[in-house]
């Protein structure tokens, strides 16, 4: 029993394959939100409910992970949406 205590704890570092696909999905809601973020800003189209959208993401994410003890891969909510934000401003640029 003490021999599987350090692979245990090891495999605690190791991303798992919903981490990845959390990130990808997050990623393309960060996409979607930048944009929506950046037609509405060129339309002059307020930007609250955009923002809001993002801030009840937040909200969610940070409920989640209280709810579930920390068992919330928050790094690939987070990675991934700033990955999907960053190309969907990249990409609305052209």
């Given at each position: 029993?003490?021999?599987?205590?350090?692979?245990?704890?090891?495999?605690?570092?190791?991303?798992?394959?919903?981490?990845?696909?959390?990130?990808?999905?997050?990623?393309?809601?960060?996409?979607?939100?930048a944009m929506d973020y950046r037609m509405r800003r060129r339309a002059r189209l307020p930007?609250?409910?955009?923002?809001?959208?993002i801030l009840g993401l937040i909200v969610a994410n940070i409920a989640l992970f209280a709810?579930?003890?920390?068992?919330?891969?928050?790094?690939?909510?987070?990675?991934?949406?700033?990955?999907?934000?960053?190309?969907?401003?990249?990409?609305?640029?052209?």
């Open positions: 029993m003490a021999a599987g205590r350090p692979t245990d704890t090891l495999a605690l570092f190791q991303p798992r394959p919903d981490d990845r696909r959390i990130g990808a999905v997050f990623g393309l809601i960060g996409l979607w939100q930007l609250q409910r955009i923002l809001m959208a709810i579930l003890s920390g068992g919330l891969a928050w790094q690939a909510h987070l990675g991934g949406w700033i990955a999907g934000w960053l190309s969907g401003q990249s990409f609305a640029r052209r």
